[in-house]
């Protein structure tokens, strides 16, 4: 089964600028996750989709948004960017409802945003 | 608010030694816990996971955890460390089911360095 894939690997803007980032979940996982990991914050939680319904959201400005389509694949998007954004942004997915006794989150490789 | 500690920014082992990377958490119920890996430029990969039951668990690659709910920490070993061991380990904890999925709280996470 392929794991989770995110598009596009690396990615340069300008300030100002807005960029959407592609995740595909694996087979059959119903739950997206984003992540964002800097040096400085870490790995710090985003949002979480589940049946294209943002269920959860974490401390982040309303810059910061995500959808998710039908077949689970999840898209994050983020306008007016600023150079802080630069980071790993990191997408991971679990089959249903993350919380439940036998999840998991799978996480991709992540997309590195530079921002100049 | 849930958060996790992980005390050691870098640790060096030599090859062949053992190893052990601390992790304490701070959650108001017993938690979800999970150990992850990063190698440079990859994503995260889970190494094992704590839910409920043993508190002795075992992971992928020879690691092993033990959950102690009365000094909040879930302490990452192995016996021997190989080179490829090299890399950076994050704990996590998660919520609950029932008690809402706010994702994963993410340690600062531990620079592994291994001597030859």
């Known amino acids: 089964k392929a794991g989770v894939t995110q598009t596009p690997r690396y990615l340069i803007k300008t300030r100002g600028q807005q960029v959407t980032l592609s995740c595909s979940p694996i087979?059959?996982?119903?739950?997206v996750s984003w992540y964002q990991q800097t040096p400085g914050q870490g790995l710090q939680f985003l949002f979480e989709y589940f049946s294209e319904t943002q269920r959860n959201k974490g401390n982040f400005p309303g810059r910061f948004s995500g959808r998710q389509f039908s077949n689970s694949r999840s898209e994050m998007n983020v306008s007016t960017l600023e150079l802080g954004d630069s980071a790993l942004y990191l997408c991971?997915?679990?089959?249903?409802?993350?919380?439940?006794?036998?999840?998991?989150?799978?996480f991709g490789p992540g997309t590195r945003l530079l921002v100049l | 608010a849930q958060s996790v500690t992980q005390p050691d920014i870098h640790i060096t082992v030599s090859e062949g030694a053992s190893l052990e990377l601390r992790c304490n958490y701070s959650?108001?119920?017993?938690?979800?816990l999970f150990w992850y890996v990063q190698s440079p430029g990859q994503g995260l990969q889970l190494l094992l996971k704590y839910f409920s039951g043993d508190t002795l668990v075992q992971g992928i690659k020879g690691f092993e955890a033990e959950f102690k709910r009365s000094q909040s920490s879930f302490n990452l070993r192995k016996p021997s460390v190989h080179w490829s061991d090299a890399a950076e380990y994050f704990c996590a904890v998660g919520a609950k089911p029932g008690g809402g999925a706010d994702g994963l709280t993410f340690g600062k996470g531990t620079h592994l360095i291994i001597q030859p």
């Open positions: 959650y108001g119920a017993t938690p979800y």
């Open positions: 087979s059959g996982h119903r739950s």
């Open positions: 991971a997915s679990s089959p249903n409802n993350f919380g439940g006794a036998q999840e998991t989150q799978y």
